[in-house]
């Protein structure tokens, strides 16, 4: 669950593009900007692998009491359904620094995956200004269970807040709606 948790928190956060829509919701400054992304393929597959790439621009340094509010939506027929929080997962608000000490952190050492590494992203705040360019980095969805692989299959309005608590600042805001499936296989695939 923590994997899948990171996997969709990548995702809201790099906010991908390519058929995917995005816009910038901020309505102060800029000081979080993301200028160009990539997702292949489109939509993910659960499971598979996603390649992503993009560029971000950050007016300033993330650090201290960031707060990371995620609002999410799924289309069911006609309405779109808020996506409740359970286990961590879902419309929640997160701790945005803990939650990347909390993937991100093993024996007390930043542990970022090796591609970002050598790309100098940071995967723990603080978070320098810059822009950051993501070279192609392919990420693996991991195998669920069908019943699970079938819920969380369609279409999904996200919007993720990045406020800094300690001024009120919003640092960044992107709406991004996006079409998640699963790939199936043998016996699963006749019954849809």
């Known amino acids: 669950m923590k994997r899948l948790c990171c996997i969709l928190f990548m995702m809201v956060i790099e906010c991908f593009a ?11 400054q800029h000081v979080l900007h993301v200028s160009s992304a990539s ?9 598979g692998n996603l390649t992503v790439s993009g560029q971000l621009e950050l007016g300033k340094n993330i650090s201290g009491n960031i707060q990371l509010d995620v609002s999410i939506h799924k289309k069911e027929l006609f309405l779109w359904i808020r996506v409740p929080c359970v286990s961590n997962v879902g ?7 803990s939650l990347l000490a909390s993937n991100f952190v093993s024996n007390g050492k930043a542990s970022c995956p090796p591609d970002l590494t050598a790309q100098k ?5 603080p978070i320098q200004t ?3 360019t993501l070279k192609p980095v392919v990420i693996q969805i991991p195998k669920i269970s069908s019943i699970v692989s079938d819920l969380i299959s369609g279409d999904y309005k996200v919007v993720a807040k990045l406020v800094n ?4 600042e919003q640092i960044g805001c992107y709406h991004v709606e996006i ?3 699963h790939s199936c296989s043998g016996f699963g695939c006749i019954l849809g």
Not at 121 to 125: A, E, H, I, M, R
Not at 165 to 168: A, E, L, S, W
């Open 179 to 181: 079409t998640l499936d």
């Open 121 to 125: 992203f940071s995967c723990t705040c």
């Open 39 to 47: 997702l292949s393929p489109y939509p993910p597959k659960v499971p």
């Open 18 to 28: 390519g058929e995917l829509v995005y816009t910038d919701c901020n309505k102060n």
């Open 165 to 168: 608590k300690d001024t009120g």
């Open 91 to 97: 419309s929640c608000t997160y701790d945005f620094c």
């Open 130 to 132: 810059g822009t950051y």
